[in-house]
């Protein structure tokens, strides 16, 4: 167990829909990010948040976006969901300084019918 | 920009010794960091390496030669709970609050 969470574990949606993603940060962790991850395809970085705000954008799409609230808690939003959303979404914090490891949570199976 | 490099897939016995390659390309260095990932879980950090040479964690060692841009990571005594993808990841260049990942290598053990 990595300590964060991520809510919820499945999630079956038609396209068009929209859904939001939680994420729990581990205790005293101040970095977030958030990962998407296809069916055999590598980790791909999508949004980092920092205390509340945001530090780096990777491959995020414009119907995607993300925030951190003062708990240090998380949310990704997808929205007008395509059959091509369906993915593992991970989200991850850091603890320790720029270089620390990334804790991962157990991630969020999207599925998109 | 940066680039990083690892085999897609590897079959292996097990009780056997493996290595798994990963080059980079970096116009600066912050460090390397191997994650183990089973299908359909969380990645696990397994080291992270910043200086030259060896440094062994039980069954798992990692290697770096940063004047070589390369690294790998060395499983000894494979098990059957070893089939996953390793992933190499390096931090990065104009950020050191992201990591660039590899596509990870897919880690195949047979009886």
């Known amino acids: 167990d990595s300590g964060v969470t991520q809510t919820p574990k499945h999630l079956i949606t038609a396209t068009g829909q929209r859904v939001t993603l939680r994420c729990s940060p581990r205790?005293?962790?101040?970095?977030v990010y958030w990962y998407q991850q296809s069916l055999d395809q590598g980790l791909q970085f999508l949004i980092q948040y920092y205390n509340g705000e945001e530090r780096a954008k990777g491959n995020i799409l414009e119907r995607f976006s993300a925030q951190q609230f003062p708990d240090l808690h998380s949310e990704l939003n997808l929205s007008s969901l395509e059959l091509g959303d369906s993915a593992l979404y991970f989200c991850?914090?850091?603890?320790?300084?720029?270089?620390?490891?990334?804790?991962f949570g157990p991630g969020t199976r999207l599925t998109v019918l | 920009g940066q680039n990083i490099d690892q085999p897609t897939e590897m079959t292996a016995t097990e009780g056997a010794i493996v290595q798994i390659n990963c080059t980079y390309q970096t116009s600066g260095f912050n460090g390397l960091f191997w994650y183990q990932q089973h299908a359909g879980e969380a990645p696990t950090f397994l080291s992270y390496?910043?200086l030259d040479g060896l440094e062994e964690k039980g069954r798992f060692s990692s290697f770096l030669s940063r004047s070589k841009g390369y690294s790998y990571l060395l499983l000894k005594e494979l098990q059957m709970k070893d089939s996953a993808s390793y992933l190499c990841a390096v931090p990065a260049v104009d950020s050191n609050y992201q990591l660039i990942w590899g596509a990870g290598t897919k880690l195949i053990i047979k009886p």
């Open positions: 991850a914090s850091r603890s320790g300084g720029a270089l620390g490891e990334q804790f």
């Open positions: 205790s005293g962790d101040l970095s």
């Open positions: 390496n910043v």
